[in-house]
Structure formats: C-alpha cells, structure tokens
C-alpha cells in the first residue's frame, strides 16, 4: 500500500516527500553537520513551541550555524505543515544543517554557504503498553546537551533493543544511568523523583523540563536532579521515560525483569499514573494556537 506524500519544505521552497531532493554535497548527509527538532502537536496545536525553539538556538549556537529563519517564518512553515496533515496528534520535524559547498571538506564553508533548512510533518499514534527496556553502554560523544542529526550510537543501541524484543536501550555511563536512546529517564525510588541532570551527558529534554516545573510547581512529589546507579534503577519502585511524542512513557520491563515490587510489578505505578494525568491537563492548557 503506497502511503500519500506528505508536504516538505525545504531550502525555501514548497515540494513533496516523493519530490524533495537535497544535494549530495549538504554537510548534513555528508558529515552529520546539523541540529534538528520534534516539535508536537495536539489537536492540531503545538505544544511547547517556545522551549523547542529556544533549544533549537541553543544547539545552532553551539555548533556555530547562523539562525536562518525568524520565529514568524517558522511559525508560517509550521500552520502549512499541520494544515496538510489529516490527523489529529502529529510531530513536525525540523533540520538544519551547515549547508551544501561545492566540495566535501571537514572545514566548516564560509558565510556565503546557506544553512540547509527542512522541515516535514508526520502523524503520531498513541502508546501501546508499557515500555521493555534493556540497558546499554553509553557510546555516545561528550555534547549530549546538543541535539545533533549525528545520532549513530543512539540508532545503535536503539537496534539492540529491537533485536532483543525491547522498545528501547537505557545509555549507561561508568555504572551511572543518562538516559534513553531517544528518551529521558525518570525513577521513582523510596517516594522521590530522580532523573539525570542537565549538562553535557543528556539531551535536555522538552517533555522532560516541563515535566519538572510541573512537579515542582504543583507539589506533587519530591524531585532530585542526580544521577542514579544502575544497581538503583533495578531496585526502584518505578521508572518512566519521557519523549515530545511519548509523553511519560511507564516502563514495565528492564533487563527482562520487571519494574516494581508487589502489586505493582511489571505494571505502571501510581506515581506515573499522577504525573501523567496532570501532565495531560498541563497539554490541554498550554498547547499553542
């Protein structure tokens, strides 16, 4: 079954998934060279637009690539891309790159060279259960914070879980928990919320920061900013991962055994359960028109 084409924009122009062309000298597909974004939309409106946005300069920034389109030429590329998607929740995602030279080089072009901008729009489904994970080395370079198109250790572990039955690989570090793959991680462990703290070992995740200022805003349970032990996340009481397009995704399954103790072993906590109900009321309320 063919799936219908799906609208792109890219380099300033308008075109097709089946259409769009990008040239084999763009330093993204040559090099990795490029940041990108995920943003998410709920009921057709996007939700943390500004802290994307904000970690989209950030990571531009720090990669030294020159902002190539202002927040109201985003935000028109963006209606476009949600006007052509026939379904309620969908994920735009965003790439920029250091550009197309006329040569392959590993020194960066000059000015004159324009960054590479694409972005495209796909629907988003629901979960389906809780998450099984397994635990993998960390491989990963020392900018994690940065959110790099060069994602091949991240692809590596990800196809390490799959191969093992599981949805997704936890990056461990020196016997110390990062994060996921393509996650963030949280425990709850004796009634406190941990989860890795911002710097250059995780990405900083949206979901993940909105999720604390949530939490700490509205009391609803003690949170550390540290990292946790590999041995400790195999005791806690419960762990949850946190994506733009996962939401608080429970984990049921690490390592083949299962999460908790009791009653609640192998299944989705009551912590998560609270954080999740109100982290949906938080959509609701902020998602962007």
Known sequence: MTSTPRAVYLN??????????????????????????????????LF?????????????????????LSRD???????RLLESVDAPDAAI???????????????????SVRPGVMATVSPVGGIDGGARVITVADQRWGRCDI???????????????IEQGCDEAVLVRDGLVME???????AVVGGRLLTAPNGPRILPGITRGLLLDLVRREGLVDVEESFISIGALREADEVFLTSSTKDLWPVIELDGEPVG????????GPVTRLLDRHFQALKTQRSDP
């Open 147 to 161: 959110k790099s198109i060069n994602l091949l250790p991240n692809t590596m572990a990800r196809q390490q879980a």
């Open 261 to 268: 103790t009791g009653e609640h072993a192998g299944r989705v």
């Open 180 to 186: 996921g793959a393509a996650t963030n991680l949280f």
């Open 93 to 111: 995602y965003l790439q920029v790159t250091r550009g197309a030279p006329a040569k392959r080089d590993h020194a960066w072009p000059d000015a």
């Open 73 to 79: 030429e985003w935000q028109a590329i963006f209606e």
């Open 12 to 45: 300033g122009e308008w075109c097709t998934t089946e259409t769009a062309c990008v040239s084999v000298f763009d330093r993204g597909y040559l090099f990795g060279d490029g940041v990108y974004e995920v943003i998410p939309a709920f009921a057709g409106r």
């Open 48 to 68: 943390g637009l500004d802290e994307h946005m904000a970690r989209l300069s950030r990571s531009l920034a720090a990669i030294g690539i020159a902002e190539p």
